[in-house]
Each structure stands twice: as C-alpha cells, then as structure tokens.
C-alpha cells in the first residue's frame, strides 16, 4: 500500500494539468511511509518576500442546488472554474486567472507572482480506496507529525469536523530527497462515515519567484500569507 501512496503522490500532481473530461482529478496526495517528527517543512521562513495577501472583507458567493453545495471565497479572487464528473463538483477559485480544467500548462499565462488557488472537490459516495488510506494514515498521526519515503512528506496538522463531516488538515509537500518539481500545498481531507461523502480542500502557491531563496521556504510563505482566507473558505462550506 505505501509503494501505491508513493506513487499516487506523483500523479497527483500530473493531475492537476491533466487535459481529461472524463474524471475530476484528485488534488492531494497521498500519506508516504516513514513518519517523524515535525519536519523542517514547518519552520518560520526567513528572508523570503512573497506577496502579502491581507484577508478579504468582501466575499462572492457560489452555490450548486443540484449537489447541495455553497462557499465563500473573496470578491476579487478569479473564478470559481466548476466541473462536473458524475457524483463530483470540482471547483477552483485563486488570486491570478482560473483557466478551465483540463487547459494544458502550455496554454495557461499567470502574470500575477506569488499567487494562490484553493481547489474544492466534493464527491458523494466516494469510492476512491486511495483516500480511505489517506484518511487512515493521517489518523494514527498525531498534530505535527509526519510521514515520509523517498517522494512525499506529510505532516498532519489538527482533527477538524465540519457538520456530519470528519477529517484531519494537513501539509503535502515534496522529501527532502525528492528530485521532481517544487510541491507545496494545504489540504483537508473530510469523510460522512455514513454516506461516504467526501470533501477535499487543497490551497497551494503558484508562479512562485524563486530568486535567491530556498523554494520550500518560500511556499511556505506564500501560503502562511493566505492561511486566513484559506480557513475562511473552508469555514464557509456548507453541504445539505
């Protein structure tokens, strides 16, 4: 099962630009192998001047009767992009343009530096075997622990619950021996035991200036700089 995490994580993030209109992508990956302590991943950044984002005192508001679906998201923010798969509604909101899902990396022009996007993807009976591990995994973590292999770090953050909804926040990250692309992201994983409903939060930076900083420093930044409205849009959620 972990080499199956490992390899997910991977996807994951080749999912984001996937050009399919066939399934809604997953935005997280899932938990690796090794767990630790709390990682260098949760140090305070230093010298790193990402863009300040103060929190937003006007929000827009969206709603889908179908799925019985609404949140808020600030006013000036682009979006919300919506796909619709089946039992799923992926939704896509962020401070730089929102191109629609399944636009190819070489189609898209972000001209804003140090943006952040929140992805919302809510699926009603969820069958995906891969979030239930996820789920599991974070669930014999304790707040600030972390697993990790060769590939993915994940560092748990708090137990949430939301209406019938339980879950975990949590950091999804690249090891520090991994080779691949800079990945930074915030994630919540919700799940209705009940109905195996499941919701699924990922705020993550985007067009980061790299120029003389580590880049998991500066993530990290940029995304504690949009925390506050990132817990804003999670808290605004609601679900009938």
Known sequence: MNKTLSLLF?????????????????????????????????QAPTEVPP???????????????????????????????????????????GSDVVYPYGTGLDERVYTLPNSY???????????????????????NLQDGESISDARSLTIRVSALEMGRFTGYE??????????????YARSVILMDPQTNDLLTIMGSPNNVDLSGVDWRQA???????????????VESINIE
Do not use: K, M
């Open 10 to 42: 991977l996807l994951l993030v080749l999912s984001l630009s996937a050009c399919t209109t066939q399934e809604a992508v997953t935005p997280s990956q899932a938990p690796a192998t090794e767990r630790t302590a709390p990682a260098a991943a949760t």
């Open 219 to 233: 993530y990290q930044a940029i995304d504690e700089a949009n925390q506050t409205i990132f817990e804003q849009i």
């Open 117 to 139: 996007y929140v992805l919302i993807q809510y699926t009603q009976n969820d069958q995906n075997q891969v979030w239930n591990d996820t789920f599991q995994a974070l669930g």
């Open 170 to 183: 949590y950091i999804a990250t690249l090891s520090e021996t991994a080779q691949t692309e800079p990945f």
């Open 51 to 93: 863009t300040q984002v103060e929190p937003t005192p006007a929000l827009a508001q969206y709603a889908n009767d179908g799925f019985g679906f609404s949140f808020a998201y600030p006013s000036n923010w682009y979006g919300p992009d919506e796909y619709i798969s089946e039992g799923t509604l992926r939704l896509e909101v």
